[in-house]
């Protein structure tokens, strides 16, 4: 069910060595980093298993006020899974925060979309798999 979360701080340097020295002893490292260049609004960094980032941290917009939103994604089975949560979403109330579409900044195949629900939190849906891949 659950891709992924993650959360703005206040000083991303200080919060990836902090996560970086307590997620060691569970096994967790960095595993992937994002760049201004890359996202074209923030840096961040992804803490999981190798391979697999499930927990990420980020400066958000830069200004070093965390926003206090989560960034929650869920898992989809299907490219069409993700549209048709894109458009429920819109439907419900949600407000726009990035249409359906490829990510490649993550990988090659990463599709999400991004909503924000009535609580201001960043919701998304995700699918990992190539565009003729059956769930």
Known sequence: ?????????????????????????????????????????YEGCGFGPPGRPHFWVSNGDGSGTPSRRLHVAFIAQSRAQVDAFHAAALAAGAQDN?????????????YGAFVIDPDGNNIEAVCHLPPDARP
């Not at 206040?10 to 096994?27: E, K, M, N, T």
């Open 1 to 41: 069910m659950i891709d992924h979360l993650g959360f703005d701080v206040s000083d991303y340097a200080r919060s990836r060595a902090f996560y970086s020295q307590v997620l060691a002893p569970l096994g967790y490292g960095v595993v992937m980093e994002v760049t201004r260049e890359m996202t074209g609004s």
């Open 98 to 110: 990035g249409a359906p579409g490829l990510r490649l900044h993550y990988h090659p195949n990463y």
